[in-house]
């Protein structure tokens, strides 16, 4: 049984409807996960995306911004993680610069790293040796904040001890 082309497009559109329902994605993504489905094509994929657009369902620069304010909200990150992130969401490298210089914006990195931080020597106190400064240090990179800025934060922490291990 073959579907005509108005009840693909609406079977895939209504598809779209519920993956976009479950959670936000980008332009890419959906495309990608609605290509993956039996019955589509590319042709009736890119004029659901283009209407889903008009109708203001799909938005790469607000699912990107939304998404890395979000994250940082959620858990004070840094800009190479988020970048990182938003990579591998699909979104344009354009695009994310710019979601990440509004989220930068209103919440600078260097109160990021020092909530983080904080966060850390509540769960785990101040460091007290070279290992345990070392330990924190990978954390906070893993986390995406700069190499830099990372060392003078842990720098400036580390003071309080001497190489005692």
Not at 58 to 84: C, H, I, W
Not at 93 to 121: C, H, W, Y
Not at 143 to 153: A, C, N, P, T
């Amino acid at each position: 049984m073959s579907l005509t082309a108005d009840e693909l497009r609406r079977r895939i559109f209504e598809r779209a409807i519920k993956l976009l329902s479950a959670k936000p994605r980008s332009v890419a993504e959906l495309r990608e996960r609605l290509l993956r489905g039996k019955n589509s094509n590319e042709e009736v994929v890119e004029t659901v995306i283009s209407r889903l657009r008009e109708y203001g369902y799909l938005n790469d620069e607000r699912f990107a911004f939304s998404y890395a304010a979000y994250k940082v909200k959620q858990k004070p990150l840094g800009r190479r993680r988020l970048e990182r992130d938003l990579k591998f969401k699909k979104i344009d490298s354009g695009i994310a610069n710019e979601a990440l210089e509004m989220v930068f914006a209103e919440t600078p990195e260097e109160q990021l790293i020092d909530q983080a931080i904080a966060k850390r020597i509540r769960i785990r106190g101040k460091p007290k040796n070279r290992a345990e400064a070392k330990s924190l240090f990978e954390h906070l990179l893993r986390q995406g904040f700069e190499f830099e800025l990372v060392s003078d934060k842990v720098r400036s922490l580390a003071t309080d001890y001497t190489d005692e291990d």
